[in-house]
C-alpha cells in the first residue's frame, strides 16, 4: 500500500458482531414456535442456512475507498446510474431492493467509479430502511470525497408491501438525498435529477 493510498484509507461503519450458533437455535425455535419443527431430511439445515444468509446480508464488505487527485481540473456531473442493492427492511426482516442513482460534482479529487457502487453496498448491508440509507451515502460521500456537490436517490420495491399487508406487487418507493451544489445550485440540482430519473418506472419490474 503506497503512502498516497493510505492517506486515503477512511474507516467506514463496524461489522456487527455475530452469533452464529446462537443464531441458529433461534432460528430453529421459532420456526417450531411457528408449528414448523426442525425435523426430517428437508429442515434438518435450515436454522444453520437461514442464520449465513442473515449473516451474510447483515455483514458489510471492507473496501478502499479510493481517489485521485482531480489533475485535469473536471468540473461536470458525474453519475453511476442503475447501480443493484438489496438490503434487510428492519420491522420485517424483508428483503427490499432496487436501483441507486448516485452522482457528484468533483473538487479536489475524483473517485474510481466503482467505489460509488461499494458506498451504496456497504451501507445497504445490515437492518436498514430506505430513507436513512439514501442518507447515509449522500453524507459519507459528502464528507469524505470533498465534493461540491452530492446526489442520490434510490428506487426499490419492498418486499414487505409487496408480499404481505397491502400486497401492492410492483409498487416503487424513489428517494433522494442531495448535498452542497447539487442542494443549493438549481441548474445542477435539476441536471442531477434529470439524469438519475428513475428508468424502471415503464420498464416492468425492478429485478427479474
Not at 30 to 59: C, K, N
Not at 142 to 155: D, F, I, K, S, T
Request: proline share 6%.
Amino acid at each position: 500500500m503506497t503512502a498516497e493510498t493510505a492517506e486515503n484509507v477512511v474507516p467506514l461503519r463496524t461489522a456487527p458482531r455475530i452469533d452464529l450458533p446462537r443464531a441458529e437455535r433461534a432460528v430453529a425455535e421459532l420456526l417450531a414456535a411457528l408449528g414448523y419443527p426442525v425435523e426430517g431430511e428437508h429442515r434438518a439445515m435450515t436454522p444453520q442456512r437461514v442464520a449465513s444468509a442473515f449473516a451474510e446480508m447483515l455483514t458489510p464488505s471492507a473496501f478502499l475507498p479510493t481517489t485521485f487527485g482531480n489533475d485535469e481540473g473536471y468540473d461536470e456531473l458525474v453519475v453511476a446510474r442503475e447501480v443493484p442493492f438489496r438490503s434487510l427492511c428492519e420491522h420485517h426482516l424483508l428483503p427490499f431492493y432496487g436501483y441507486a442513482h448516485v452522482g457528484y460534482l468533483p473538487g479536489g479529487r475524483i473517485v474510481g467509479l466503482s467505489k460509488l457502487a461499494r458506498v451504496v453496498e456497504h451501507f445497504a448491508a445490515g437492518l436498514q430502511v430506505q430513507e436513512r440509507l439514501t442518507q447515509q451515502v449522500a453524507e459519507w460521500l459528502h464528507a469524505h470525497l470533498g465534493a461540491r456537490g452530492v446526489g442520490v436517490v434510490l428506487e426499490a420495491e419492498h418486499l414487505c408491501m409487496s408480499l404481505r399487508g397491502v400486497r401492492a406487487r410492483g409498487s416503487r418507493t424513489v428517494t433522494s438525498a442531495l448535498r452542497g451544489d447539487l442542494r443549493t445550485d438549481a441548474r445542477s440540482r435539476g441536471e442531477f435529477l434529470a439524469l438519475a430519473r428513475p428508468a424502471q418506472i415503464a420498464a416492468g419490474p425492478l429485478l427479474p
